[in-house]
């Protein structure tokens, strides 16, 4: 064992190519479903500076052991968290980042198996890996917009880099929950399969990747890369999108286009940004 805590465990395992990887799995205790509260994130952390630490590893897999994969952060922090103040917040997302980016800087091929819904903070969670396998049980999204909030976790960067600005909008602006079909149509996840053979899928991948087959280190280095759009091509797609969600979702309902004016903000720049002193993710968050 790598790592045991209250809602994750990371164990050592052997594919069918003969590589050791680390399988995380997100299955927490005394609860029906997986969601992201401020102890789950502290787990996150510990749990991936245990694999960074561990010697050997080929390969890293995130599953869940519930019938979902994670529905998203624990709302029920929500007042809590906002009432500790801007600056609190600020450094607390920023925490989260610097966890999500360790995930996404291993130096070994990445996959998440999505056995559920995988939704906000645990769709931001897949986005972090470099090869994402689907159940075609599964529904993936970010509702945030839903909610009055934007997804905070990643999500306006690393999904446009994935499926394209035009559809990221349609996906974050829409609060759109997303079939498996759907999803490998525009390219957020790289197979849709069976539900009974999703980790043996995914676990193929991780072998390819390994035996060169797959280029996980390009695929990596889209997904950090400015999004390919020039000056024009921004303005039509953004101030467009922008004017049509609004007209759509009317004055007392500004989610969808804040959100959208960060995709556009974070569109010419590397992402996520790194933080240099944060190497190692702090599992800190008081």
């Known amino acids: 064992m790598i790592y045991q805590g209250n809602a994750i465990t990371v164990e050592r395992r052997d594919t069918l190519g003969g590589n050791d990887i680390a399988m995380l799995t997100f299955d927490l205790k005394d609860e029906s479903v997986n969601k992201l509260s401020s102890a789950v994130m502290a787990e996150l952390g510990d749990a991936v500076k245990a694999i960074q630490a561990e010697s050997g590893l080929k390969g890293l897999m995130i599953r869940s052991g519930k019938d979902a994969f994670i529905v998203?952060?624990?709302?029920?922090?929500?007042?809590?968290?906002?009432?500790?103040?801007?600056?609190?917040?600020?450094?607390?997302?920023?925490?989260?980042?610097?966890?999500?980016?360790?995930?996404?800087?291993?130096p070994f091929p990445t996959v998440t198996a999505i056995n559920g819904l995988a939704l906000g903070g645990g769709c931001e969670v897949l986005l972090t890996t470099d090869f994402r396998v689907m159940s075609e049980k599964a529904k993936i999204g970010l509702p945030e917009t839903k909610l009055g909030i934007l997804p905070g976790w990643g999500g306006c960067v690393?999904?446009?880099r994935l499926i394209g600005a035009d559809n990221a909008v349609e996906w974050i602006a829409g609060g759109t929950e997303n079939r498996a079909d759907a999803a490998l149509k525009v390219g957020a996840v790289d197979a849709a399969v069976a539900h009974e053979l999703l980790e043996e899928a995914a676990l193929d991948i991780l072998d390819r990747a390994n035996a060169g087959e797959l280029d996980y280190q390009a695929r990596r280095e889209e997904k950090k890369?400015?999004?390919?759009?020039?000056?024009?091509?921004?303005?039509?797609a953004f101030e467009t999108a922008k004017g049509f969600v609004a007209g759509?979702?009317?004055?007392?309902?500004?989610?969808?286009?804040?959100a959208i004016k960060v995709i556009q903000k974070g569109a010419g720049r590397p992402a996520p940004v790194r933080r240099p002193s944060r190497q190692n993710p702090s599992p800190s968050w008081r």
Do not use: C, W
């Open 72 to 106: 998203g952060a624990d709302i029920t922090e929500f007042h809590s968290l906002f009432d500790k103040g801007e600056e609190y917040l600020v450094e607390m997302n920023l925490k989260v980042h610097d966890i999500f980016n360790a995930i996404e800087d291993l």
């Open 248 to 258: 759509k979702a009317g004055p007392h309902y500004p989610a969808p286009v804040e």
């Open 158 to 160: 690393r999904l446009p």
């Open 225 to 236: 890369s400015p999004l390919k759009l020039n000056a024009i091509e921004q303005m039509m």
